[in-house]
């Protein structure tokens, strides 16, 4: 007759395994507590980089958030250096229902909220890219901001905005 490998006592005739009755309810007990705390060690590992990744983004974009400025200079500010233009280009898209209902105001006449957004976004995205090319230039600011609009396509379905301006180092 055999013996448990675990606690050394003797197995039934009808014991399958290596293992009594036991040990195998003990093994099993272990087992499914290993598997939950295997689940909730990934749970805590997403979720700490999931912190991580939003700390790194936010002091991103605080490392990137230069002054923008639409004209060359300011009175309260002190250029020191001017690096080089910078500019930035973002194309968005209308979707379908988007363009249908700016279609409908063409005619009708009306602000389209749908569209407005859109731009609103556009100029938020390349305002911030704007300030993220000016930081990998070494600059703290821009100064001369420049937007254009440009229609892309012949049904008006894609706007680019081109934001452009001066990188500079201005005084703390």
Wanted: include cysteine.
């Amino acid at each position: 007759m055999a013996n448990c490998a675990r606690c050394k006592e003797k197995l039934g005739f009808l014991s399958t395994g290596n293992y009594c009755d036991k040990c195998t309810a003990e093994n099993a007990i272990k087992e499914t507590e290993d598997a939950q705390n295997a689940v909730e060690l990934n749970r805590l590992k997403k979720e700490e980089q999931e912190r991580r990744s939003k700390a790194e983004a936010l002091e991103r974009t605080n490392r990137i958030n230069a002054i923008l400025l639409t004209t060359e200079t300011a009175p309260n500010l002190n250029i020191t250096k001017r690096i080089e233009i910078v500019t930035a280009e973002c194309a968005f898209g209308m979707n379908i229902f988007k363009d249908l209902f700016a279609g409908v105001r063409d005619i009708v006449g009306g602000r389209s909220k749908a569209v407005q957004q859109t731009m609103r976004d556009a100029r938020r995205t390349a305002l911030y890219e704007l300030k993220a090319e000016a930081h990998l230039v070494g600059a703290n600011a821009v100064v001369g901001v420049d937007l254009d609009y440009v229609d892309l396509g012949s049904s008006g379905s894609m706007v680019m905005l081109v934001a452009s301006g001066t990188a500079v180092i201005i005084e703390d």
